[in-house]
C-alpha cells in the first residue's frame, strides 16, 4: 500500500514532521512492506517554513531580530533554491514567544518580522513567501513597515508608539526612507484566516482576545484599526480594508497588500502546490493528514481540511488524527476527511499529553491500530 502522510504540527508538541514520522512508524508496524511517504505541511503558520524549506531543498539563516516587544532574540528563515525567501511571523512576532502576563496587544508589534525581511533583502532575495499565522499582535503591520524604512507620524511629525496604542495618532505616513529594493520584490503571503481588517469579524474582534486583550481594549483597538485605515487609503489610494485576508495576524494582511502589493492565498494551497504534494496524492492509496485538535475550525481552510481537498480531486481515501477533538469535529467528515481517530488512549493531564515522548507515541500506537483496520479490508 502507498500511503502519504500529510500532518500539520501538533503546536507546543510535534512538529509537522515529527507528527508525520510518528504516523508513519505506527502504519509500519501494521504493515512492513508499506511505501510512505512523509510531507511537512502547514496552513500559513508555524512550520510553514518548514513545509517548504524540506520540500523544495532550500536552506536555513538565523538573524536577530526583535521580539513582539522589543526583545533581541535568534530566529531563522529559509531561502530556497531559486533565492525566493520563505519567512514565518510566528518566528518574531508569534505568541508562544511570550508569557501569559506578557500578552498585551497594544504594545506588541510586528517589528522583527519586519527585521528579517530587511535582511533578507540585503541577502539578495527579491521573491518572498510569507506565512503569517500566529500573531501576537494588533498593530496593523506597522511594525513590519518600520523595519523596512516607514514612519508614522502624528500631527506634529513625531514618531507615533509602536502597537496598536499608536494606530490612533497616526496621521502621516512617510515614505522617504523605505528600501528602494522593495520596488524590485514580489510578495506572497500565506495565512488560514480570511477575515478583513476591520468589523464584526475584523481582527480586533476576532483574535485580539486570543492575544491578551479585554472587551474594552478590544473596542479600543477596533476604532484606533478603523482610524488607521482611513489614513492608509489617504496615503494608498486603492487599499482596501475589506480585501479578505486584510485582518490576517492583525492587520499585517492588510499593511503588505497595501504597501507592498503582495498576493495573498490560503496557505496549505500554497504548500500543496509549491511541493509536489498534489502530485503524490494522486498516486498514493491512502492519504493521512490531522493537527493537535479537530473541531469546526479545522474544516475551513486549516491544513488537515486543504489535504483533504487535493486529495478528493483524485478519489482517494483519507484519515486524520488528532491530540483531541471538540465540538463540531463533525464538519470534518464533509470537507472530504473519512474518519478521524483522537490519538489519547488513557487518561492524563494537559501537560502529559503535550509532552513530546507521550505524544509521538500516542500517535504512533493509534496509527497502528487504523492500519490494521484498513490491512484487514485492504485483504491482507
Known amino acids: 500500500m502507498k500511503i502519504v502522510i500529510a500532518m500539520d504540527s501538533f503546536k507546543g508538541s510535534l512538529t509537522s514532521s515529527e507528527a508525520g514520522q510518528a504516523a508513519a512508524a505506527g502504519f509500519l508496524r501494521a504493515d512492513p512492506a508499506a511505501d510512505i511517504s512523509v510531507y511537512p505541511v502547514a496552513d500559513g503558520g508555524e512550520g510553514t517554513a518548514e513545509a517548504l524549506v524540506s520540500g523544495l531543498h532550500g536552506q536555513y539563516r538565523s538573524v536577530t531580530v526583535s521580539d513582539p516587544i522589543g526583545r533581541p532574540i535568534q530566529a531563522k528563515y529559509g531561502i530556497l533554491p531559486d533565492r525566493t525567501a520563505v519567512i514565518e511571523l510566528a518566528a518574531t512576532s508569534g505568541l508562544p514567544l511570550l508569557t501569559i502576563p506578557e500578552r498585551d496587544p497594544m504594545r506588541t508589534t510586528t517589528r522583527g518580522f519586519g527585521e528579517m525581511i530587511r535582511d533578507a533583502v540585503r541577502q539578495g532575495c527579491r521573491s518572498f513567501l510569507l506565512g503569517i499565522g500566529g500573531s501576537a499582535t494588533n498593530d496593523g503591520g506597522t511594525g513590519l513597515l518600520r523595519a523596512l524604512g516607514f514612519r508614522f507620524l502624528d500631527r506634529d511629525g513625531k514618531p507615533v508608539p509602536e502597537g496598536a496604542a499608536g494606530l490612533s495618532e497616526i496621521a502621516v505616513i512617510d515614505r522617504s526612507g523605505v528600501m528602494p529594493e522593495l520596488s524590485e520584490c514580489s510578495f506572497h503571503t500565506a495565512s488560514d484566516v480570511a477575515n478583513p481588517l476591520c468589523g464584526e469579524t475584523g481582527c480586533s474582534r476576532i483574535f485580539a482576545p486570543?492575544?491578551?486583550?479585554?472587551?474594552?481594549?478590544?473596542?479600543?483597538?477596533?476604532?484606533?484599526?478603523?482610524?488607521?485605515?482611513?489614513?492608509?487609503?489617504?496615503?494608498?489610494?486603492?487599499?482596501?480594508?475589506?480585501?479578505?485576508?486584510?485582518?490576517?495576524?492583525?492587520g499585517v494582511g492588510f499593511a503588505l497588500q497595501s504597501f507592498l502589493h503582495a498576493e495573498c492565498e490560503p496557505g496549505i494551497g500554497l504548500v500543496i502546490r509549491m511541493t509536489g504534494l498534489a502530485k503524490a496524492i494522486r498516486n498514493a492509496d491512502l492519504i493521512v493528514t490531522g493537527e493537535g485538535c479537530l473541531d469546526a475550525q479545522t474544516a475551513m481552510g486549516k491544513a488537515p481540511a486543504g489535504i483533504a481537498a487535493a486529495a478528493k480531486q483524485y478519489g482517494k481515501p483519507v484519515i486524520?488524527?488528532?491530540?483531541?477533538?471538540?465540538?463540531?469535529?463533525?464538519?470534518?467528515?464533509?470537507?472530504?476527511?473519512?474518519?478521524?481517530?483522537?490519538?489519547?488512549?488513557?487518561?492524563?493531564?494537559a501537560e502529559q499529553a503535550m509532552e513530546p515522548a507521550y505524544?509521538?507515541?500516542?500517535?504512533?500506537?493509534?496509527?497502528?491500530?487504523?492500519?490494521?483496520?484498513?490491512?484487514?479490508?485492504?485483504?491482507?
Open 210 to 250: 486570543q492575544k491578551g486583550a479585554g472587551a474594552e481594549t478590544v473596542e479600543i483597538m477596533e476604532t484606533a484599526m478603523r482610524h488607521y485605515a482611513d489614513v492608509v487609503r489617504t496615503f494608498v489610494p486603492g487599499a482596501d480594508p475589506d480585501a479578505k485576508g486584510a485582518g490576517a495576524a492583525g
Open 320 to 349: 486524520a488524527f488528532s491530540g483531541i477533538v471538540k465540538d463540531g469535529a463533525s464538519a470534518c467528515n464533509t470537507c472530504g476527511i473519512d474518519a478521524f481517530f483522537p490519538i489519547l488512549r488513557s487518561i492524563c493531564t
Open 359 to 380: 505524544a509521538a507515541a500516542a500517535l504512533t500506537d493509534t496509527a497502528e491500530q487504523a492500519g490494521r483496520l484498513i490491512g484487514l479490508y485492504a485483504g491482507r
